[in-house]
């Protein structure tokens, strides 16, 4: 434990800042597994209703750069074109 006022500050400060980057990057994941889950079952009309959502859940993830944001992009790239495959 840090003696030092700021110190102990910045152990509070970085424990609250690790335990929101879970949950954000916990949300990111869930979205990723519900959208897997909807392709998988190839219920086109649930996909493109959830797919803006999805897409705005991953830039808020992005935003924050807990994941960073070309790695978001491919993945949006991949997830589109599957969906695109669905629907045809």
Not at 31 to 58: G, N
Not at 69 to 84: F, G, M
């Given at each position: ?52 959502t ?8 992005a ?26």
């Amino acid at each position: 434990m840090p003696n030092i006022k700021s110190a102990i500050r910045k152990v509070k400060r970085a424990k609250k800042q690790s335990e929101v980057n879970k949950f954000r990057k916990n949300r990111y994941k869930q979205a990723l597994k519900k959208m897997q889950k909807l392709i998988e079952k190839k219920d086109a009309k649930e996909v493109k209703k959830y797919f803006p959502t999805f897409q705005s859940e991953l830039m808020k993830v992005a935003k924050t750069g807990i994941i960073k944001k070309k790695n978001l992009s491919r993945k949006i790239s991949k997830i589109s074109k599957k969906i695109k495959n669905i629907t045809k």
